[in-house]
């Protein structure tokens, strides 16, 4: 039983121990000449404007919590992608082939997921919600 988790233990040690290795050779072996220019905080080539402590407008959130939501309908879509032709058949895959006939309960189930996200969508854009001022 403990056999099977050492290949990912070692896996996961080799790829710790190279980030390692290149983070240590980049340090000691890289150049290193600092400045003023370089230790200046760069923002898309913008100046500094103010303190990096001052707080966001509620908005911020709101999208970033928005585009949460709608970015996890991915993580949804991708197994029932996966198992659409096994849903979609009435009886079991023989080789992969439904010879049994076909049901239309893969396709409603993923309608009725996307009908859930359409009114959401339609919801928080009339709120308002993702469009900014």
């Given at each position: 039983?403990?056999?099977?988790?050492?290949?990912?233990?070692?896996?996961?040690?080799?790829?710790?121990?190279?980030?390692?290795?290149?983070?240590?050779?980049?340090?000691?072996?890289?150049?290193?000449?600092?400045?003023?220019?370089?230790?200046?905080p760069?923002?898309?080539g913008?100046d500094?404007i103010?303190?990096?402590?001052?707080r966001?407008?509620?908005?911020?959130?709101?999208?970033?919590?928005?585009?949460?939501?709608?970015?996890?309908?991915?993580?949804?879509l991708?197994?029932?992608?996966?198992?659409?032709?096994?849903?979609?058949?009435?009886?079991?895959?023989?080789?992969?082939?439904?010879?049994?006939?076909?049901?239309?309960?893969?396709?409603?189930?993923?309608?009725?997921f996307?009908?859930i996200?359409?009114?959401?969508?339609?919801?928080?854009?009339?709120?308002?919600?993702?469009?900014?001022?």
């Amino acid at each position: 039983m403990t056999s099977d988790y050492i290949p990912t233990a070692l896996t996961i040690l080799v790829g710790v121990g190279f980030a390692l290795a290149l983070t240590a050779a980049a340090k000691y072996l890289g150049p290193g000449r600092p400045s003023k220019a370089k230790d200046y905080p760069y923002e898309c080539g913008s100046d500094v404007i103010g303190s990096p402590r001052t707080r966001f407008e509620i908005k911020f959130y709101q999208v970033a919590i928005l585009f949460l939501v709608f970015d996890i309908e991915t993580a949804f879509l991708y197994p029932w992608a996966l198992r659409y032709r096994e849903l979609s058949c009435v009886g079991p895959l023989e080789n992969g082939v439904c010879t049994a006939g076909v049901s239309f309960f893969g396709l409603s189930e993923i309608l009725v997921f996307m009908g859930i996200l359409i009114v959401a969508l339609t919801y928080v854009w009339r709120k308002r919600a993702v469009g900014w001022e």
